[in-house]
């Protein structure tokens, strides 16, 4: 009743950042539109058997021509903050500073001022996993394999920092340096498509090749320092006229025992979110990759930082990023591992010793719901790192069954509002009990978009794209439930922090 009254303290403070999240190469389409080039994904998904349906992003949500419509649906939710990529080669069509694709310039200062125009403020991910085909030239040096895609990268950011940092204030380097190094280049899940040192592992099926235990070691050590040299470039020669803040994102969950009275599987958490933040936040805050790391990675396998990559990576960011979505029961093998998956010396699964599940799956394999996570692995970064700004820049989940209901039927996604709500209240707990700085919240995704090797076949929207229906984008209930929620938490006085979430489904 007496929202808007300001004389109370809010819930959170009126300045948190609530967002919603997309990726270029996920929503844009226009793969070959006004001169863009090809990147890794336009060859990966074309290979058979990649995609689920052998579904690709050409179209994808078409949001290259349709994003006044997706600004409208954020202005209707008051969504004010939209995190979303920049697509490498609309840009830098073969990923050479000497060939500027100038439409690809105006497509995206169109963009961003169509969005500040509608009071939204543009978040931009400069790398969310569509490297240039050009770089990927089928040799044992290919793509983020060769260090040389370190200065092309940074041509690339400082070309955006150059062009578009007038506009955009805040700059997230890289997407999941974790999720691309180990599924493109240790599993071949994703582009590239490697699983082993073969250097004719391309095109390889799923499971062809096994496991590279070197390559994802490499990919993320060089865009470790793509992350360092980008964030040099934009302090040195853009932070002071501009105004802007600069980080990474890096995928999270927490881990709980298996068997919670062995206390080796208690020393698996600590291992299993080494394996995950601290692989990138450690040589941010402190120059060098984790103890837990290096201890356990056999062989001279993982890279090092050698002194003047140590000093640039050191202190390489304004605030830390968090992609959060699941956690696992983690269990001690002790079996020393031989690549990625097996380093840490520990299996992991979404069943305990007593086979209890840590929480309902979603359609995604891989996500299972287990909110309290977020607020443990909160804790944990604000402790490691010394209380950093902390942005959550994606969170969100594909309901079970979804993706082969009837349009009127997907719109009434209860399991995502439950999620998000769950995982918005531990949020919440996290920054007022545990006084973690969580700045900001994004959740994924803005829209139902191409969920990369799932294809079209799992949603993590809350708007309704309909694929065989001229790509109508509808709002779910998820969407005004978040649109209430977030109004309901900068708003309502701090006492009344805890409500239920039937208040906000209306
Ligand atoms: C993230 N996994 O990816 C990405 O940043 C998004 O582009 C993506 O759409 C979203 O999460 C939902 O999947 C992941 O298999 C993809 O563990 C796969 C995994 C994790 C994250």
Redesign the pocket.
């Known amino acids: 009743i007496l929202l808007s009254v300001a004389c109370y303290a809010s819930v959170l403070p009126k300045d948190f950042t609530w967002g919603s999240a997309t ?1 270029a190469f ?1 929503v844009e389409g226009a793969w070959n539109i006004s001169g863009r080039g090809p990147c890794i994904w336009d060859y990966f998904q074309n290979c058979p058997g990649r995609i689920a349906l052998n579904q690709t992003a050409e179209v994808a949500d078409d949001f290259y021509h349709r994003y006044s419509q997706d600004i409208q649906i954020m202005q209707t939710l008051g969504i004010k903050n939209l995190r979303l990529s920049i697509s490498w080669t609309r840009i830098l069509p073969t990923g050479d500073i000497n060939n500027i694709n100038q439409a690809g310039i105006d497509f995206y200062n169109q963009l961003f001022n169509a969005l500040i125009s509608a009071g939204i403020q543009p978040w931009v991910t400069l790398f ?2 569509d490297l240039p085909q050009a770089y990927n030239n089928f040799t044992n040096q290919s793509t983020w394999l060769n260090p040389d895609v370190v200065h092309k990268f940074n041509d690339y950011a400082d070309l955006c920092f150059k062009s578009f940092g007038d506009r955009v204030k805040h700059w997230i380097t890289m ?2 340096i974790q ?1 691309f190094a180990w ?1 493109g280049y240790g599993v071949g899940g994703h582009a590239p498509g490697r699983c082993s040192p073969d250097i004719n592992s391309w095109c390889q099926s799923v499971g062809g090749g096994g496991n590279s235990s070197t390559e994802p070691y490499i990919v993320a050590h060089h865009a470790l320092i793509s992350h360092g040299l980008a964030v040099q470039t934009y302090r040195n020669k853009y932070q002071k006229t501009q105004g802007g803040k600069i980080g990474m994102t890096i ?1 999270s969950g927490y881990a709980v025992p298996w068997n919670v009275s062995d206390p080796e599987d208690h020393k698996a958490v600590d291992v299993s979110v080494a394996f995950s933040y601290a692989w990138f936040g450690d040589p941010q805050a402190f120059g060098q990759y984790p103890e837990e790391m290096t201890s356990r990675i056999t062989g001279g396998r993982l890279p090092s930082f050698n002194a003047s990559t140590s000093a640039l990576l050191k202190g390489s960011y304004d605030f830390m990023g968090l ?1 959060y ?1 699941t956690s696992q029961y983690v269990h001690y093998t002790g079996i020393p591992g031989t690549d990625f998956g097996n380093d840490g010396r520990f299996t992991s699964s979404p069943y305990n010793a007593s086979g209890n599940l840590i929480g309902p799956f979603a359609e ?1 394999t ?2 299972n719901v287990y909110p309290k996570g977020l607020r443990d692995v909160l804790k944990w970064i604000k402790k490691r790192y010394n209380d950093p700004d902390i942005y959550i820049f ?1 969170n ?1 989940v594909s309901c079970p069954g979804e993706s082969s209901l009837p349009e009127n039927l997907a719109l009434n996604d209860t399991f995502r509002m439950n999620y998000v709500f769950d995982h918005v209240m531990e949020m919440v707990d996290s920054v007022l009990d545990d006084h973690v700085k969580v700045k900001g919240y994004f959740l ?2 803005l829209l139902d ?1 191409f ?2 090797a799932d294809g079209y076949n799992v949603r ?1 929207g809350i708007t309704y794209v309909n694929y065989n229906n001229n790509l109508t984008r509808t709002i779910k209930d998820s969407g005004y439930m978040y649109s209430n929620l977030i109004q309901y938490l900068r708003t309502a006085p701090a006492e009344s922090r805890r409500p239920t979430i039937s208040s906000f489904m209306d």
Do not use: V
């Open positions: 990726a996920q969310h996993w997407n999941e999720t599924i995928n992609n979505y995604s891989w996500l994606e969100g994924w995704s978009n969920e990369w993590f």
